[in-house]
């Protein structure tokens, strides 16, 4: 029989009702003749509550015990909707990431999947039986109970079903599909029906919150195809899978954009081997994610850096810095409200003209690039973070995505 792999999100399963609706789903999947595992997240915002309630007792909590608290939410909605499934007159079996067999390295509150043992799961699938299994979680070497980050669950889907050959993993989430751009920003944004798994990454890592950028890597390590779809409706939603020659390759497919950069800029590094490897390598040391990189013609024998950080990092990042300027004897400046738009497309590749097409859009709409970065297949600049919505809205229409 062949085995489908399905993860709900928080929303999906955001009260008891809704708990019985994915119940009715993952019956009626099994009733058309699959094995049925079902991943869960968290119930509604039972993360961000179980986190409020962690810092109001301690500004850092240890991370092992954060690991164990935040465990307990998709827990709670496994163990809830195996009773629906129950009361539907099918057989279910909850399983925690731990008892589901997901291994994974020892970095509590973002740890990776290193493998996952399926043998309990075959076991239970073989018996008849619907598998619910907690995500975002996993046991890590040392048998601590760890979690993948937030958005985690959409990994630990991936992940199972990569192990058990799945046919396909549907992903339930309250939107209907990846959209050409945020359809709270852009109200003619429409929904992709195919997109390639490098397109997504790139959709991922620049913003798009759909799902978490870990879970795409994997799908494309293992050649797992991706069904992004509502939770709400029966419609099909966006199919995500490897390149091929009957997907559309726009150009420019979507749009996509963040609000929440931070642009560090040193002054007057000395311009010698090794400043770049020091600075960046204590970033590194501090736990600061480094986004995006310039570095400037140097001048008299020094040269200016400026990079982008995610705002959470920003503390982090001031605190290193005030140690290497200090060391270094130069100093930086803080730009701190910035955001970043980024068009990406499979068909930019072969395609001369667009990045220039992108800046011309934006300097129409008179807005100043800080900073450009790309790929083969992605344009990014960021920008003042007031102007992001004016941004995305005016290069959704210049590439005529509505
Ligand atoms: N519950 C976790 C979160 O809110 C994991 C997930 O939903 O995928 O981030
Ligand atoms: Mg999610």
Not at 267 to 287: N, Q
Request: a negative charge; proline letters at 2%.
């Amino acid at each position: 029989m062949p085995v489908i792999v399905q993860k709900y999100g928080g929303t999906s399963v955001g009260d008891t009702g809704r708990i019985k609706n994915v119940a009715r789903r993952i019956c009626a999947t099994q009733d058309e003749g699959y094995q049925v595992v079902a991943v869960v997240s968290a119930m509604g915002d039972a993360t961000d509550e179980l986190l409020r309630m962690a810092h109001e007792i301690s500004a850092e909590p240890p991370e092992r015990e954060l690991d164990v608290l935040l465990s307990n939410g998709e827990r709670i909605s496994v163990a809830l909707l195996a009773m629906a499934i129950h009361e539907m007159g099918h057989r279910a079996v909850s399983l925690s990431g731990r008892q589901a067999g997901i291994q994974t390295n020892t970095v509590f509150t973002k740890a990776r999947i290193t493998g996952v043992e399926t043998g309990r799961l075959r076991e239970e699938l073989d018996n008849g039986k619907i598998v619910l299994v907690a995500g975002f979680q996993g046991v890590s070497v040392d048998e601590d109970i760890t979690t993948l980050g937030r958005g985690g669950s959409d990994t630990t889907a991936v992940a199972i079903a990569a192990a058990l050959g799945a046919e396909e993993c549907e992903i339930y989430t309250d939107v209907d599909g990846v959209y050409t751009a945020d359809p709270r920003v852009v109200g003619l944004a429409r929904k992709l029906d195919t997109v390639s798994y490098q397109e997504m990454l790139e959709m991922a890592a620049t913003g798009a919150e759909v799902l978490m950028l870990r879970s795409v890597e994997y799908a494309q390590k293992y050649k797992v195809t991706l069904h992004v779809r509502s939770s709400f409706t029966d419609e099909a939603g966006t199919w995500i899978r490897e390149e091929d020659e009957s997907m559309e390759k726009a150009v420019v497919s979507a749009v996509s954009h963040t609000t929440d950069e931070s642009k560090l800029t040193l002054l007057r590094l000395p311009d010698r081997p090794g400043v770049a490897a020091t600075v960046f390598g204590d970033l590194a040391e501090a736990g600061v994610n480094v986004d995006m990189i310039i570095q400037n013609v140097s001048e008299q024998g020094t040269t200016d850096i400026s990079f982008t950080v995610v705002q959470a990092d920003l503390p982090a990042a001031q605190q290193a810095l005030d140690r290497i300027t200090d060391e270094l004897g130069v100093a930086y400046i803080i730009g701190e409200q910035m955001g970043k738009v980024s068009i990406i497309g499979a068909g930019m590749k072969s395609y001369p003209g667009v990045a220039a097409k992108m800046f011309k859009t934006l300097a129409d709409a008179s807005i100043n690039i800080e900073m450009i970065s790309t790929s083969s297949i992605k344009v990014s600049c960021v920008i003042e973070r007031d102007q992001v919505e004016k941004a995305v809205r005016a290069l959704h229409e210049a590439f005529n995505l509505g």
